[in-house]
Nanobody, 121 residues
Framework: QVQLGESGGGLVQAGGSLRLSCRAS????????MAWFRQAPGKEREFVTA???????YYADSVKGRFTISRDNGKNMVYLQMNSLKPEDTGVYYC???????????????WGQGTQVTVSS
């Protein structure tokens, strides 16, 4: 099992940047595919980005070129660097984990409590 905890959310103006962090427990962190999802008010939770244990990365079209996911297996950390933020990026951002390198958006088993990101226009 793995437990996840996000930090780094806040209020930022459009065009600004934020860096989210996710700390994971567990000794097999490096074997997990890690991801970020977000949920805007009144909308369903949506996939943002994922990184496999071998550091292959995947992005939703809406964030390509603006967001960067990375991981530090030695520290059990995952990061989300968000640049050129837009008001539509506003939402609660969740860190998620799925065991293995073959992953599916629908099969993330472990979730953090979320961190709020608000982008003002």
């Amino acid at each position: 099992q793995v437990q996840l905890g996000e930090s780094g959310g806040g209020l930022v103006q459009a065009g600004g940047s934020l860096r989210l962090s996710c700390r994971a427990s567990g000794r097999t962190f490096s074997r997990y595919t890690m991801a970020w999802f977000r949920q805007a008010p009144g909308k369903e939770r949506e996939f943002v980005t994922a990184i496999t244990w071998s550091e292959n990365t995947y992005y939703a079209d809406s964030v390509k070129g603006r967001f960067t996911i990375s991981r530090d297996n030695g520290k059990n950390m995952v990061y989300l660097q968000m640049n050129s933020l837009k008001p539509e990026d506003t939402g609660v951002y969740y860190c998620a984990a799925q065991y293995g390198s073959t992953w599916s958006v629908s099969r993330f088993d472990y979730w953090g409590q979320g961190t709020q990101v608000t982008v003002s226009s």
